[in-house]
């Protein structure tokens, strides 16, 4: 089978003949039909991720139809058209993933191949309003923004949200997820064209994080947030603490900004804050995004999408930020 491999982090990914996965019992083959970019996989390609061994078939998402299953028992899943829950080895405990969580991509081989091994139990119905490419879209961004507004932010009807950094995949998944929901969601871009965008999806307004008063322009909008989702951190966090309404929940994964400043602890106690940590989901958090996603009939957005032969370009434009929504693959 032809896949994107890895091969050294000073060299660029390649498109080249592997083989294809053999399988244990309780795992499935599927023919990757859409599979899509995470900023996790650009990370690797530059050797600035946890763990990196060499080769490695990039991707963490995928969507695609079963043709093999490794045990009798499994024999009806053969035929279905399916989405990967990237995440395994969660672990016992809702709250936290185990010493043993792995996230498709690395170590094991992920989706940027025309087949990819995964167990039974990953594997979740593609919903059938979507098509491939869109499918593809949902896994990594839809489970950890899902659990970040809901599992953890408790976010509700009528909440303000506010999204840091629209323009990634899980901004706009968060923006798409909060607005279903019926919450009053503002955003921040550092691009008009995105802010604009993001208003098209719903938003009620946003703001550049560029201008020196972005905060204060966004506490003229909204007057406070009670949900803020912020995947940035860097300097301007200090502002998310005095944005956040008293009680607000602010809810952090990543860092592309870089780490927390010093902050004011007295605001937060005073004000009953709280400052929440997330990455990805637990199997619960990822059927109820996808049950969440079939009922608001909800397409996630795909900026563009790009023969898998061509995954090169593909992480060139993620490495440059100027997408808005997922960046798509097709073998």
Not at 45 to 74: C, F, M, N, Q, R
Not at 210 to 237: M, P, R, T, Y
Request: hydrophobic share 45%; net charge neutral.
């Amino acid at each position: 089978m032809k896949a994107i491999v890895l091969e050294a982090a000073d060299k660029p990914v390649v498109f080249k003949e592997v083989d294809k996965p053999s399988l244990n019992a309780g795992e499935a083959l599927v023919q990757i039909k859409a599979a899509a970019l995470n900023r996790r996989d650009y990370w690797i390609t530059i050797g600035k991720y946890a763990g990196i061994k060499y080769p490695t078939i990039l991707g963490s998402d995928g969507a695609g139809i079963v043709i093999e299953v490794g045990s009798d028992k499994d024999k009806g899943w053969v035929g279905k058209e399916v989405i990967i829950n990237p995440g395994y080895g969660w672990g016992d405990n809702p709250n936290y993933q185990s010493d043993g969580f792995k996230i498709l991509g690395l170590p094991d081989n992920g989706t940027l191949a025309e087949y990819v091994k995964i167990g039974i139990d990953q594997l979740f119905s593609k919903p059938a309003h979507l098509s491939w490419e869109q499918a593809a879209a949902i896994p990594l961004a839809g489970l950890t923004t899902y659990r970040a507004l809901f599992t953890k932010g408790k976010a509700a009807k009528g909440d303000k949200v506010l999204i840091s950094g629209v323009g990634a995949g899980t901004g706009t998944f968060a923006l798409q997820l909060a607005v279903a929901a019926g919450c009053q969601v503002f955003v921040t871009s550092g691009s008009g064209e995105k802010i604009d965008r993001a208003k098209h999806l719903g938003a009620a307004a946003g703001v550049n994080y560029k201008s020196q008063d972005w905060a204060e322009q966004l506490k003229h909008l909204a007057g406070g947030f009670d949900v803020i989702i912020d995947s940035a951190l860097g300097e301007g966090f200090t502002k998310l603490v005095d944005l956040c309404n008293p009680g607000g929940r602010i809810v952090i994964f990543g860092g592309t900004a870089g780490n927390i400043p010093e902050l004011n602890g007295r605001k937060i106690f005073w004000r009953q804050l709280q400052i929440i940590g997330t990455m990805m989901g637990n199997p619960d958090d990822f059927k109820g995004m996808t049950d969440f996603i079939n009922e608001h009939q909800i397409v996630p957005v795909v900026d563009e999408v790009f023969a898998l032969a061509d995954a090169a370009a593909a992480i060139e434009k993620m490495k440059n930020s100027s997408q808005f929504g997922k960046i798509v693959l097709t073998p």
